[in-house]
């Protein structure tokens, strides 16, 4: 790449950066937050909190170690961390 | 047939209470395991059918009006340039003028991002701002295929266990327990918003490599269809000139980079016997053995390599030599992650810690 296309596309970057930090203060925030945490509240911590409920504290740690936490670390946190 | 497509195994009796699990059950915990890490690392194709109809299950979970469209894109790096944009866009027409003075883009700024989004799902030096933007605003995403596991008990994997193995009924609650691993099994990283919804394609390549840790050699480890991705070697990322033009790598380079995991694989990739003998090492010891250099390393433990001859000629009547990396204390390496006590800084002792053993237990039968 060229100085001047690095230049700017330095720029550009930083563009976005301002634009997206002006959306994030300005307009969506709020809104958009309630939003996603509306969502992952409704389907993921209320179903969570519902087998929590109905089921015994050893079923939970053995299903919880042998396939949650089993998924998670070789799905959840060696591949989506990353992206 | 599949064990999971066995009737009898994934329709069990509903039950309502679960107080313990049959062997059978517990049998079925790897299977699971295994069958919801490969939805995970899925590369298929999207299932847009599925996702919107399970998404619209879960914003009436979420006492949400229904959305009005899903947005597909290629990768999070347009989901995250695009969706706020398009957040921006619907606002704009119901935001006050206070709202609008505070900082919403002008037509010039837009302009000019219109033109980076374009590029930035190929230009590499837009990756860091991308990847920041996206680290700064996971929380609003809701991961897909990436949230499948965790110890969490809302999680699919552990849900669907429950439900499909031991047949615990959740009530009202079972459909969108359902809907919400749809979206998972579906697609990648999505983004509601009030109107709409950002969903992401699934990659087309996770590469890993034996122990699971993201790698590849010859382009990003986890890709997305439009060629966007994360560049990473054997689970630490970097960045994709180390992958991809690793002739680039200098000296200057890797003694400049202030991130030890990085230098490290930046050193690897340069050679580490090159670097040694580019970099000004020092020459601790010679002897018959070998010479046994040291290279300090700012934050990190030193590089120790021993130089050695291969003793068996090559055609042409000439030798090759060869580094051996060796412990900074030469202590020696007993397997399984186990090693000796130090020993003086001697080739031949350096030599010796490679064989599991002391330098003065080591005598090699000379080969003729």
């Known amino acids: ?83 | 047939m599949s064990i999971l497509n066995d009737p009898s195994i994934t329709n069990p009796a509903p039950q309502t209470r679960l107080d313990s699990l049959t062997e059978a059950q517990k049998s079925l915990m790897t299977v699971w395991r295994d069958k919801w890490i490969a939805i995970g690392l899925s590369t298929a194709e999207a299932d847009h059918k599925m996702f919107e109809e399970a998404a619209q299950i879960c914003y009436k979970a979420a006492k949400l009006a229904p959305f009005k469209r899903v947005v597909w894109v290629k990768s999070p790096a347009i989901m995250a340039q695009v969706a706020p944009r398009a957040a921006v866009i619907l606002a704009r027409g119901k935001a006050s003028k206070d709202q609008r003075r505070a900082g919403l883009p002008t037509d010039e700024v837009r302009k000019l991002v219109d033109e980076a989004i374009g590029r930035a799902s190929v230009d590499a030096e837009l990756n860091e701002v991308t990847m920041s933007d996206i680290t700064n605003m996971w929380g609003r995403y809701i991961g897909g295929q990436f949230w499948v596991g965790g110890w969490y008990l809302g999680s699919p994997a552990s849900v669907s266990y429950m439900h499909d193995v031991c047949g615990l009924d959740l009530g009202d609650l079972q459909e969108r327990a359902e809907a919400y691993a749809k979206t998972a099994m579906s697609c990648s990283w999505w983004w509601p918003h009030t109107e709409f919804i950002i969903a992401c394609d699934r990659p087309r390549v996770i590469a890993r490599d034996g122990q699971g840790r993201l790698h590849r050699e010859d382009g990003p480890a986890v890709e997305y269809r439009d060629g966007w991705g994360v560049y990473s070697w054997h689970g630490v990322a970097v960045p994709a000139d180390v992958i991809l033009h690793p002739e680039s790598i200098t000296v200057v380079d890797i003694e400049k980079t202030t991130n030890v995991e990085i230098r490290r694989v930046k050193t690897e990739r340069y050679g580490h016997g090159r670097y040694i003998e580019d970099s000004g090492a020092k020459k601790l010891h010679e002897d018959e053995f070998g010479v046994l250099y040291r290279k300090d390393i700012p934050n990190d433990e030193p590089l120790v390599m021993v130089r050695v001859k291969n003793t068996t000629p090559e055609a042409d009547g000439t030798y090759k030599f060869y580094y051996l990396t060796v412990h900074p204390e030469l202590r020696p390496l007993l397997g399984g992650n186990r090693f000796g006590e130090p020993q003086s800084p001697t080739a031949r002792n350096a030599v010796a810690s490679t064989f599991g053993l002391r330098g003065e237990e080591y005598a090699p039968s000379r080969e003729s």
């Open chain 1, 1 to 83: 790449m060229a100085a001047d296309e690095r230049d700017m596309t330095t720029t550009a970057g930083a563009v976005i950066n301002a634009v997206v930090s002006a959306v994030d203060g300005a307009v969506n925030g709020a809104v958009e937050d309630a939003v996603g945490r509306a969502v992952r509240e409704a389907v993921g911590d209320a179903v969570g909190r519902a087998v929590e409920d109905a089921v015994n504290g050893a079923v939970e740690d053995a299903v919880g170690l042998a396939v949650g936490d089993a998924v998670g670390f070789a799905v959840g946190r060696a591949v989506g961390d990353a992206v």
